[in-house]
Nanobody, 124 residues
Framework: QVQVVESGGGLVQAGGSLRLSCAAS????????MGWFRQAPGKEREVVAT????????YYADSVKGRFTISRDNAKNTVYLQMNSLKAKDTAVYYC?????????????????WGQGTQVTVSS
């Protein structure tokens, strides 16, 4: 069993930056692929970025490529999402998820453990 807890959300002006953190429990964190997803009101949950067990392989949705960076620190059982050049359309609840595989997936159904989410609001 893995528990994940997100933090770092908030209100920011367009063009600003935020860094989300995801702290995971468990001694086998390094064997899990991790992902960040988001869900805006009235929309389906969508992938934002994923990272494999070592951090050597990452994926980004086209909408955030070049602006967001996912990283992980296995010694701290933590995954990060650095978000720069934020836009109003990035407003959503952001979720961290853990996958019981070393390689990533882009579908939410490929992840086994989810956090409660953190709200990111970008004002234009």
């Amino acid at each position: 069993q893995v528990q994940v807890v997100e933090s770092g959300g908030g209100l920011v002006q367009a063009g600003g930056s935020l860094r989300l953190s995801c702290a995971a429990s468990g001694r086998t964190f390094s064997s899990y692929a991790m992902g960040w997803f988001r869900q805006a009101p009235g929309k389906e949950r969508e992938v934002v970025a994923t990272i494999n067990w070592s951090g050597g392989n990452t994926y980004y949705a086209d909408s955030v490529k070049g602006r967001f960076t996912i990283s992980r620190d296995n010694a701290k059982n933590t995954v990060y999402l650095q978000m720069n050049s934020l836009k109003a359309k990035d407003t959503a609840v952001y979720y961290c998820a853990a996958r019981s595989r070393i390689y990533t997936a882009t579908s939410p159904t490929g992840y086994d453990y989810w956090g409660q989410g953190t709200q990111v609001t970008v004002s234009s």
